[in-house]
T-cell receptor, first 113, second 114 residues
Framework: AQSVTQLGSHVSVSEGALVLLRCNYS??????LFWYVQYPNQGLQLLLK??????LVKGINGFEAEFKKSETSFHLTKPSAHMSDAAEYFC???????????FGTGTSLTVIP | DTEVTQTPKHLVMGMTNKKSLKCEQH?????MYWYKQKAKKPPELMFV???????INESVPSRFSPECPNSSLLNLHLHALQPEDSALYLC?????????????FGPGTRLTVL
C-alpha cells in the first residue's frame, strides 16, 4: 500500500515569504500526485496535479509543485505568501492503477502579517 | 462546470432521528465517494460508487446507508447515529475509479449528533 508523508503538521510563514510544504510518497512506481487546499468549514479544492509529462506543475493561486522521482517527493511552493493562503493543505497520491487514493495527514499553514 | 453540490450545509440530529445527506455533480463523472472528516484530520473514505454500483464499503457501521439513484446523485441515509459520528461529511466525484485527474469535492455537510 502507498503511504504519504507530510513533514510538518504546522508551518508558519511571514506575508510575502516563500511557502514550502513538503510531501513524500512511498512507491517504486510513480503514482499520480495531487495537492488540495481546505479553508475553514469548506470542502477540499484541487490546487494542482501531476499525472505524466512536465515535472514542474503549476496550479491555482500561484502555487506550483515539482515531482522528483529520485526523491519520491512532490513539494508545494509559492514564491510569496498571502494572508488568504492560510488554510489546511493535503497531499494525496493515487496508485498508478488509479483505484486507491491516499491522503497525507495535512499541513496547517499560518501566514503572519 | 467543476462543481459538486451538497445539501444541507449543516445538520443537527438526535440519536433517534433519520436524515439524509444529498450530493450532486454534473461533470459526467462515473465514480462518486463519501468521506468523513474530523477536525484537523484528512478525510476518511467511507463508500465508493462506480457506475452507480457500490464498489467499496470501508467497514462503515450500518447506521450509514449509501444510495446512488443515478450517475449524478449520491445520498447518505443516516439512522440511529452516535455523538461520535459528528463530523464534516464530504462528497467527491472523479471521472472514473482510475483517479488520474483527481477527485472533486463538495463543500460538505457539517453534522452534529446530540
Amino acid at each position: 500500500a502507498q503511504s504519504v508523508t507530510q513533514l510538518g503538521s504546522h508551518v508558519s510563514v511571514s506575508e510575502g515569504a516563500l511557502v514550502l510544504l513538503r510531501c513524500n510518497y512511498s512507491s517504486s512506481v510513480p503514482p499520480y500526485l495531487f495537492w488540495y487546499v481546505q479553508y475553514p468549514n469548506q470542502g477540499l479544492q484541487l490546487l494542482l496535479k501531476y499525472t505524466t509529462g512536465a515535472t514542474l506543475v503549476k496550479g491555482i493561486n500561484g502555487f506550483e509543485a515539482e515531482f522528483k522521482k529520485s526523491e519520491t517527493s512532490f513539494h508545494l511552493t509559492k514564491p510569496s505568501a498571502h494572508m488568504s493562503d492560510a488554510a489546511e493543505y493535503f497531499c494525496a497520491v493515487s496508485s498508478n492503477t488509479g483505484n486507491q487514493f491516499y491522503f497525507g495527514t495535512g499541513t496547517s499553514l499560518t501566514v503572519i502579517p | 462546470d467543476t462543481e459538486v453540490t451538497q445539501t444541507p450545509k449543516h445538520l443537527v440530529m438526535g440519536m433517534t432521528n433519520k436524515k439524509s445527506l444529498k450530493c450532486e455533480q454534473h461533470m459526467g463523472h462515473r465514480a462518486m465517494y463519501w468521506y468523513k472528516q474530523k477536525a484537523k484530520k484528512p478525510p476518511e473514505l467511507m463508500f465508493v460508487y462506480s457506475y452507480e454500483k457500490l464498489s467499496i464499503n470501508e467497514s462503515v457501521p450500518s447506521r450509514f446507508s449509501p444510495e446512488c439513484p443515478n450517475s449524478s446523485l449520491l445520498n447518505l441515509h443516516l439512522h440511529a447515529l452516535q455523538p461520535e459520528d459528528s463530523a464534516l461529511y464530504l462528497c467527491a466525484s472523479s471521472q472514473s475509479r482510475v483517479i488520474r485527474l483527481g477527485q472533486y469535492f463538495g463543500p460538505g455537510t457539517r453534522l452534529t449528533v446530540l
